[in-house]
């Protein structure tokens, strides 16, 4: 973990590189994706620090969740006075299953319904986001990128991403330096898809993955484990695969 003052030092950064953006892009302000837990949280705080929560939008996207992680998220809206949105999923996810599942004529696999979820609040983000010329800032810390716990073209999916570089415990120092509530950084992580905790669905604890990014070292029981989850992630983490062959394309070469 980042030291204390060379982690601030990084959060000023990251606060004038959102605000930096944020002017630079010509949005009127950012939507983001309120879960109730840590990354969200600390993540609306920092938007707050960096362009005011007069223009910071928090959304609850419930989909089959316990009520508990709305009145997390609205605690959380609450805490730092941005606006607050509900939109409730759950109708729209049902349709959509049923509906790919009678064109298959067979169920969707366990994963498939998983992640269906994330990229249904990505959308529903984006949609918010277009129809009032802002901005979907990301929530994804780099512990999940580097093992692949992310959903591409859900969860991973944004215009901007300021904790994609800090590790589950900078984002948690981050969140109590700005005011995050206690409640909020204290329950177990996670992200309210599969009625497990995070380090639960993946078998190996956000500490292992931060003392492999920071020193190539951990627990050898689950070292090959998160060398492997790695690797298999490698695509979530670049651009979409694009076939190249040698051709003239006047806006490469001259703009």
């Not at 109730?36 to 959304?59: L, P």
């Not at 129809?131 to 800032?137: A, H, P």
């Not at 905790?197 to 920071?214: F, R, V």
């Amino acid at each position: 973990m980042l030291e204390k003052e060379e982690l601030r030092k990084e959060l000023d950064g990251a606060i004038k590189w959102i605000k930096d953006y944020v002017e630079k892009s010509g949005a009127n302000g950012l939507v983001v994706g309120d879960s109730g837990g840590k990354d969200s949280a600390t993540v609306i705080a920092m938007a707050v620090n960096a362009i005011g929560k007069e223009k910071v939008i928090a959304v609850s996207m419930p989909c089959h969740s316990e009520n508990s992680d709305f009145d997390d998220a609205k605690l959380v809206a609450d805490t730092f006075g941005v606006k607050f949105l509900k939109v409730d999923l759950t109708k729209s996810y049902d349709e959509m299953e049923k509906e790919i599942e009678n064109s298959l004529c067979d169920e969707l696999s366990k994963e498939a319904k998983i992640n269906i979820k994330p990229r249904l609040r990505m959308t529903t983000l984006y949609g918010i986001a277009q129809s009032l010329g802002d901005l979907v800032i990301g929530t994804g810390n780099l512990c999940e990128a580097m093992v692949g716990y992310t959903t591409k073209w859900g969860d991973n999916s944004s215009d901007l991403n300021p904790i994609g570089n800090f590790t589950v415990e900078e984002v948690l120092e981050i969140g109590r330096y700005l005011g995050v509530p206690s409640k909020i950084l204290e329950k177990a992580p996670n992200d309210g898809l599969g009625g497990e905790t995070d380090e639960e669905k993946m078998g190996i604890k956000y500490s292992e993955i931060a003392e492999m990014i920071e020193t190539g070292k951990t627990n050898e029981n689950v070292k090959e484990e998160i060398i492997k989850k790695y690797k298999n992630s490698k695509h979530k983490r670049e651009l979409v695969p694009t076939y190249r062959f040698d051709r003239k394309n006047y806006l490469k070469e001259e703009y």
